[in-house]
Structure formats: structure tokens, C-alpha cells
């Protein structure tokens, strides 16, 4: 059996973003904005530094909805086929998905799962419409899943004043984890080490188990969505979006 949804996609679909944070609540900035997928939960930025030799992914808000930066997600997972929007100059995937209810489908591309209409090639309209996409047809995510061991915030996120080198220096320098990239059921040693820079910080972490490579799944991806764009394009004809 292939590997389903991994313990920090799960934690990136089902955790609250954007909501207040309860360990620094009386402090200004203290939105949950981003998501440690070594801890599997969502922190903000006062908690950066008990999580900071963590893999962190910043999480950003578009249109209401959770959105993430293409950059950072194509390190952790295959985005092919997923529509992105940009804002503020960068690509951004939306994280859920945006069910739309439609009485026609129109010729041109649509989500495999909202159908909403997308732009072509793209035929999923946001990372989950892929996952569940995949896990439907082919019931193996691991051919899509990429080794990922440093993962670092992008250079305009904010930090916090009372966040300086001193403050992170005092912090405990690991928290509790759970092994991200594996299903929630399931147990993985590791073993090795390697150096790692986050935030200019040299230090040493285990490696984790699992090498995802590359199989004809994919291939077996990219055949069904043609057969999809094909099947759509003979269908009736509405105006796009």
C-alpha cells in the first residue's frame, strides 16, 4: 500500500490559520501564520523561536482563503497541473478547495473536483483537488512527495521586536515532533546527520527517512488529465470566469 497523506499535509489542510495564538496572546502580531510542519501545528511568529531548527512554512491569505507560496510548496510536494494566482508579485497555491456549484461545464479546463474553471493546462484548483485527485486514482501520494530538510520563512516575513538573536539563544532548541513525512499511523526510525543553516544558524539534525522518487504514476497523472481536458473541451460551451 502507498503512502497516503503525510502528518504535515494533513496538519497544512486541517489546522486554523490567522486565528489568535493562546501561549502569546497579550502580544501584538500574534496571528497564526505559519505552520511547523516538523511539529505538525500552527505557530506564530513570537513562536518562531522554540521552532526555529524546524522546517516552518508561512501561510498568507488571499480572497478569504488560506494560500501558500509556489516556491516553498513545490519543495515539499509536485504542484504540477495546479492552478496558481499571484500576489504581491509571487505564485501562490490555494491550500483547500473552493467548491463551486455549477449547472454547465463549460469547454476549456475545470477543476477535477470544484469544478471551477481554470486556465490551461491546469486542471486542479488548489493542493487539495490534487491530493485527493491522485489518492483517488492511483491510491499512492509518495511519487509526488519530495525530501525537504530545511525549510526556511521567506525574507519579508515579519519579526516580531522582541524576537532578537539574545531571545532565540534562551529558548529551548527542540520541541516535540512527530515524523512529517509519514501518515499519521505510521512509525519511522532515522539515522545520520547533516548540516543545516536556518536563519544563519548552523546547526546538526537528523535525517529523515524516506526517499521519494519518481514512478509511472506520474505518467499515469499527466494520461487522465489529457483524457479530462479532451473529454471537457468536447462538451458544451459557456463563457469562462
Known sequence: MGIQKPAWLKAL???KFFSPCPIHQNLKK????ICCLDCCTSICP???PSHRFHRLLQVRRYVYHDV?????LEKLIDCSNVQAYTINSAKVVFIKKRPQNRQ???CGNYCTSCDRS???PHIHCSLGCKVDFVLKHFHDLSPYLRKCNTLQLSPDFFVPQDMGYDAMAIETPYSTIVHPDEPMIWSSGSSGSENT??????????KRSGLYGRSPTRVLEDDVSTSIIRRSRE????AME
Open 68 to 72: 501558500v507560496r509556489l516556491e516553498d
Open 30 to 33: 500574534n496571528e497564526k501564520n
Open 197 to 206: 543553516t536556518v536563519v544563519g544558524i548552523s546547526f546538526v539534525r537528523k
Open 104 to 106: 454547465f461545464k463549460g
Open 118 to 120: 481554470l486556465q490551461e
Open 235 to 238: 462538451g458544451g460551451g459557456v
Open 13 to 15: 489542510y486541517t489546522q
Open 46 to 48: 513570537h513562536c518562531v
